[in-house]
Nanobody, 117 residues
Framework: QVQLVESGGGLVQPGGSLRLSCAASGFTFSFDDILNWYRQSPGKERKWVAASNGGIINYADSVKGRFTLSRDSAKNTLYLQMNSLKPEDTAMYYC???????????WGQGTQVTVSS
């Protein structure tokens, strides 16, 4: 059974950094997997912030230049490095996977990121 488990969230001061991890099980990373990060704040819709498919990586304008998505195929883990964090980055962050760019969508349970002094 496919499962995604996020970790690495927490409380950080403005300007600080965090690295989120998404450990995947039940499938093995492949070049044509869709592997993305989303975030959602209370009362707002879930929004895409970073996406990868093959060698292509895209970022939302709000995080461009500050966040970096990467994957480690040997560990079957997706990462989101977040630098220069702002209070408006506060949200629940979710990992998303669509193996081989087809079939079911899979979501993690989320990890909370709070940026505050």
């Amino acid at each position: 059974q496919v499962q995604l488990v996020e970790s690495g969230g927490g409380l950080v001061q403005p300007g600080g950094s965090l690295r989120l991890s998404c450990a995947a099980s039940g499938f093995t990373f492949s070049f044509d997997d869709i592997l993305n990060w989303y975030r959602q704040s209370p009362g707002k819709e879930r929004k895409w912030v970073a996406a990868s498919n093959g060698g292509i990586i895209n970022y939302a304008d709000s995080v461009k230049g500050r966040f970096t998505l990467s994957r480690d195929s040997a560990k079957n883990t997706l990462y989101l490095q977040m630098n220069s964090l702002k209070p408006e980055d506060t949200a629940m962050y979710y990992c998303y996977a669509k193996p081989r760019s087809r079939g079911p969508d899979y979501w993690g349970q989320g990890t909370q990121v709070t940026v505050s002094s």
